[in-house]
């Protein structure tokens, strides 16, 4: 009896305190000696439960669920959309060309207006030209046709190629009466895409999004990024398709098919006309190329069946590649599900190298066949690879090259790519795919540095861009032997991400070839 007279004296004065607190923040009604709660505790715990548990979901979903469908390429995501806006803005860093001079040069790939070469070939083209999305020039279509004539033997002939992103067939018209003359080339090939037929008579889709939707994706993109931008992405696609028509202008779509009837394709018949002029009056060979991205007939055969017969009526050779594309892969689903897969990356369309390097194939076989001699002489026998780095990224890294290696700085983080890795990294690309059998890396404050490698797959052609990871080391001198690594015969590309211990970042790195290659 006496305990239980202690237990409530314990008790009461704890339970007492603990119903003045509940009195005081949770509101009540008091009925006679009853209490009723308007916020019950049970439920406003219920609440809070439910409350957290759709934040840990929104989480899991945003931080893992959500990036893995992005590592797979089933859907576009946060992260590649980041990645592709950094690549977009380092093209414009690394590529000299201006809107009078459309010629892509840079430091590591230069174009002289003297020929190097015997022969030459001009690529005229808009964004397939240019490189859109692409972290490597190498994997651009007239890039890979230079590889694939170097690799057929023909070394006296040299490819460059002049393109801007957004341009059709008559700014291509325009800018090669400024070039043809200066850089004096022997052939001209004329991309063709599906949008090319712009004579601004179409207007395509294009509304801004309100400004509540510029702070949603401000301010829940460092909260939410990856849910953010699926929700914001399925917005803008929605809106494009309810809102499609003269008055916002079409989706991508009908304003392809419908620069193909009425005043618009009056229009682009006499710019097809002028363009058959001018390569008559120049003296040059020349000829048309289709660049479709995927293999469907369904798509491309109405967007190509009214413009070809205005190329061969202007005199211009007009090489249809989708028969020979939907032959290649038969089996792939071409509908626009399956795009993601054709695309350079999930955030942009444009060719990757499965398509590139089909195009330069058919263009090759193309030249071997109707115009041999604008090719010259052809090698015979094997010919060694030299190692020679022609492009990189950032940009605007000043690379030295000194003893046989490459010296620059480290450049800062947030001017580094990071996709597919998922961590930051710089990348050089080889001007022809070689053997290598050591990367070795060094500098004064280096403290650890991590290798990725891609390799051109010798029975496709063309670097698929898988990449393999070589593996992290630490040291101020770092050595990755690549010997008996099956991608080491034909090294394509090199990602490098490193660590400092301290403020000096100037990097040495140098490229060896196999031992029995030297």
Known sequence: MLGRVLQRAWVLPVWLRLRRVRDFFLPGLKVGNRRIDIFPVRGAAYFAGSVLLLLAALVGLDRKVLPGLEDKRKICGYWW????????????????????????RSTALPVSVEKPKPWRILVMGDSFVWGSG??????????????????????EVEVIAA??????T?????????????????????????????????????????????????HASGLLPSLTAQVLMLRDRKHES????????????????????????????????????????????????????????????????????????????????LDDFCAAYPDEKSNKENILAWGVNPANGHPAT??????????????????????????????????RVNDWVPGNLEVQEKRGGLIFDYPPIDHLLYMPVRQRFMQFNLEIPAALGQVKLRGKHLSSAALWITSDDPVLGYDPGIVSSVGKI?????????????????????????????????????????????
């Open 474 to 518: 630490s040291g101020g001198v770092i050595s990755w032997d690549l010997g008996g690594w099956a991608g080491a015969a034909h090294v394509n590309t090199i990602r490098i991400s490193a660590d400092f211990e301290g403020p000096e970042r100037r990097l040495a790195l140098t490229l060896i070839p196999p031992e029995g290659a030297r």
């Open 163 to 168: 393109g801007r992103g957004g341009r059709g």
């Open 81 to 104: 959309l980041a990645e592709n806006r950094l690549i977009e803005h380092n093209i414009f860093l690394r590529n000299a060309a201006t809107e009078e001079n459309w010629i892509w």
């Open 242 to 321: 309810t809102l499609s028509g003269p008055v916002h202008g079409y989706d991508e779509n009908r304003w392809e098919l419908m620069m193909l009837e009425g005043k618009n394709l009056k229009l682009y018949r006499q710019t097809v006309a002028e363009l058959g002029a001018f390569q008559k009056q120049s003296g040059l060979p020349g000829f048309v190329i289709t660049l479709p991205i995927w293999p469907s007939r369904g798509y491309y055969e109405p967007r190509y069946a009214k413009v070809q017969p205005l190329f061969r009526s202007a005199g211009m050779p007009f090489l249809d590649t």
């Open 134 to 155: 692409m972290a490597n020039v190498n994997d651009t279509w007239w890039r890979q046709l230079a590889r694939e004539l170097d690799r057929r033997g023909y070394e």
């Open 354 to 387: 499965r398509s590139t390097h089909f195009f330069a194939v058919e263009a090759a076989d193309y030249l071997e066949e109707r115009y041999p001699e604008c090719l010259g002489a052809r090698r015979t026998g094997i010919h060694p690879t030299s190692i």
């Open 170 to 218: 008559r700014t291509e018209l325009e800018a090669a009466r400024w070039i043809v003359p200066r850089y004096k080339p022997d052939l001209i090939i004329w991309g063709y895409v599906t949008n090319d037929a712009y004579e601004k008579e179409v207007r395509r889709f294009h509304e801004p999004r309100e400004a509540a939707f510029e702070a949603i994706e401000r």
